[in-house]
């Protein structure tokens, strides 16, 4: 495994995306992804799953000999659980249904038009003084966004789409400059760069499939790390196998050629990109 180091956090370059993932799936998945080396997983209020990563994470501790120390937990609140008075009651939910004493890392899932920035982050920074969040950060901030939102609290993150078909060199380059982690989501465009003959022939010259060239191509950024959702064995396997090579300085500017601004996530609440 490799780690973005930032903030003074340790996030392991490859964690385990849960959206969609519900019920006994979901705890299997996240007991089996932990057996398998997973450290980091990623969930959220609005995906009515945390009782069951919770119970994945303790089966899968229990089992493989795991310290709570060792892992990382995001979870994100939700858009109706933004102001002041939701976001700490909301927290305490998210834990109890999680079964943790603590959450790694707490997300503005969307940015507010209704509820002030401010008012939100301000009652965060409480839950990071009570010890119950190590780490804040946002989702789906553009650069202004980010921008205003470094100027009232230290983030850890700004967890954004990206993958070889959606470029997001502007939020790079201010996670270099910030110290910050860029934590890309559907880094596989949902299982569309397996239909992609570049990403496809680099893989060949390396015994990769083009999803692990993708994952691999995100996490060579040293601020960045991915958060596929795999519910599969072999998929989980091979997406954490992607440490035992390197895309040259070639290889990554053609995959980053490939960028045509295919965003998947865009729902009707989004900011203006
Ligand atoms: P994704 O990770 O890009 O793609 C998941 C799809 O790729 C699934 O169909 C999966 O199939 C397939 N897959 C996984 N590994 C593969 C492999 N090695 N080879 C071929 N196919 C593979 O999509 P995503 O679920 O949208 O994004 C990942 C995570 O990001 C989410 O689960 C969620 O945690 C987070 N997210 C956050 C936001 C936000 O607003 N903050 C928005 C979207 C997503 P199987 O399931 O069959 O293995």
């Given at each position: ?76 609140l939700s858009m109706d659980n933004l102001t002041r008075d939701r976001v700490g009651a909301s927290a305490r939910e998210s834990l109890e249904r999680l079964a943790l004493d603590r959450i790694d890392l707490l997300l503005i899932h969307w940015p507010s038009e209704a509820v002030p920035l401010r008012e939100t982050l301000e ?151």
């Open positions: 495994m490799e780690y973005v180091e930032a903030q003074g956090a340790r996030i392991p370059k490859i964690g385990l995306g849960t959206w969609m993932l519900e019920g006994e799936r979901c705890r299997e998945t996240v007991e089996r992804a932990l057996a398998l080396g997973y450290r980091h997983v990623d969930t959220a209020q609005a995906y009515e799953n945390e009782a069951e990563v919770g119970a994945g994470l303790a089966a899968g501790m229990a089992r493989g000999g795991i310290l709570r120390d060792e892992l990382f937990v995001t979870t994100k009652a965060m920074l409480r839950l990071v003084e009570q010890r119950l969040v190590r780490h804040l950060g946002v989702s789906n901030f553009t650069p202004p966004l980010l921008e205003e939102a470094l100027s009232i609290a230290p983030l850890l993150t700004n967890q954004v789409e990206h993958h070889p078909f959606l470029g997001q060199d502007r939020l790079l380059e201010m996670a270099e400059k910030n110290d910050l982690c860029l934590t890309a989501y559907s880094p596989l465009a949902r299982g569309r760069v397996e239909k992609s003959d570049v990403l496809r022939s680099i893989g060949e010259a390396h015994g990769k499939s083009a999803s692990q060239v993708a994952l691999r191509w995100l996490t060579q950024h040293p601020n960045e790390c991915a958060i596929p959702k795999a519910s599969s064995e072999a998929h989980l396997r091979a997406n954490l196998d992607i440490f035992d090579f390197a895309l040259s300085a070639g290889e990554m500017r053609r995959i980053a050629g490939l960028a045509r601004g295919e965003r998947l996530i865009d729902p009707a609440w989004a900011p203006r990109w």
